[in-house]
């Protein structure tokens, strides 16, 4: 069976045009990284474009189809582009305790709050509104409300806002785990973020067990006896 191909898309203003459109002045994008991690907390990044904004900036894509020196590069690009931008984070404590779905809303809800101002409406990357569905589990945030939200399967890679998003929300995750690998070399961070698909970072696990920044409520495989 052949491999399937994926291939980079160009990031348009197509959906953001439409919100625009419609009256909204401001429109956010949203992504997370880090949901499928072994190790490391989850980043939601947020960008925030007016309307008349300049054109996308050359290079802008989904941060998956991006290498890091490409990232690196576009993360001044976009902090100058976009109007706003934050990054939200939820601790791996969080993670545990609360479970993904309700960790992902907590770091989206931070990056929000750390806007100066709430946009009119939010593009989110996927199919499912993790950000304004209830959360009772904790009591951060209590009463926010959450501006509307548009679920868009692949904004990451076709909406340029959520594009942008998704890049700062990579990129400051990356630098944390690289700096997380300082204190534990054995798993190899500094180049798989912690993910489990890395072999080096799964031998490190099966040779040194878990450390405090692993998620210790995921079943990761290959532990010592005992761990």
């Excluded at 290498?67 to 934050?86: D, F, I, K, L, N």
């Excluded at 305790?97 to 996927?126: E, F, K, N, S």
């Excluded at 489990?196 to 040194?208: I, M, N, Q, S």
Aim: glycine fraction near 10%; proline fraction near 6%.
């Amino acid at each position: 069976m052949a491999a399937r191909v994926v291939r980079k898309v160009t990031p348009t203003l197509d959906v953001e045009t439409s919100l625009w459109d419609r009256g909204h002045v401001t429109v956010a994008g949203m992504d997370e990284v880090g949901r499928g991690a072994w190790a490391g907390p989850i980043t939601v990044g947020i960008a925030v474009l007016a309307k008349g904004c300049p054109a996308v900036p050359e290079g802008l894509a989904d941060s998956k189809f991006l290498s890091e020196a490409q990232r690196e590069r576009m993360v001044p690009v976009v902090r100058s582009w976009v109007g706003q931008w934050a990054v939200g984070e939820a601790s791996v404590e969080e993670i545990d305790r609360l479970g993904v779905t309700a960790a992902l809303r907590t770091a989206g809800w931070r990056a929000l709050a750390a806007l100066p101002a709430h946009p009119d409406v939010i593009i989110l990357d996927g199919a499912h509104d993790y950000l304004s569905d209830p959360m009772e589990e904790t009591l951060f945030c209590p009463e926010r409300s959450i501006p509307p939200v548009r679920t868009e399967v692949k904004g990451d890679a076709r909406c340029a806002v959520v594009a942008a998003a998704s890049v700062l929300a990579k990129s400051h995750r990356d630098l944390q785990m690289a700096a997380l690998a300082g204190q534990f070399p054995q798993y190899g961070w500094e180049r798989n973020a912690g993910y489990a698909g890395a072999a080096e970072h799964v031998d490190g696990v099966a040779a040194h067990g878990l450390s405090v920044h692993h998620r210790r409520s995921w079943r990761i495989p290959a532990q010592p006896a005992g761990a």
